[in-house]
């Protein structure tokens, strides 16, 4: 983890595999998001820049988001520990456009996320 210019604490998410991106993923958001697994401490509402690499891509997605999930370490359901970020609008969708795009055949699975 590092600190952006802005303020904002930057992660780096490298997506390996289109099952993890589904698992990240935050479907249920309106603008999406992903989890991101991190046993640094966050708060609700803490500004997020995050620099996303999703699965047989070499391209770094950056996104600017907010904290809007919390999965504390030993959580039931064997949830691994993280944060849920939402995007915010400054890439105008283009991350989340892209996520659902790759996971279009795999959005309404009954696969378990790591928020759900």
Known sequence: MSVHSSGRKMLNLQLKDVESLYKSF???????????????AYQLGDEIFLLVTLPESEERYPVAGTVVWITPAGAAGNHPQGIGVRFGTKDEGKLHNRVEKILAEMIDSDIPTYTM
């Open 26 to 40: 935050l479907s249920f958001l309106e603008e999406g998001g992903l989890f991101v697994e991190t046993g640094e």
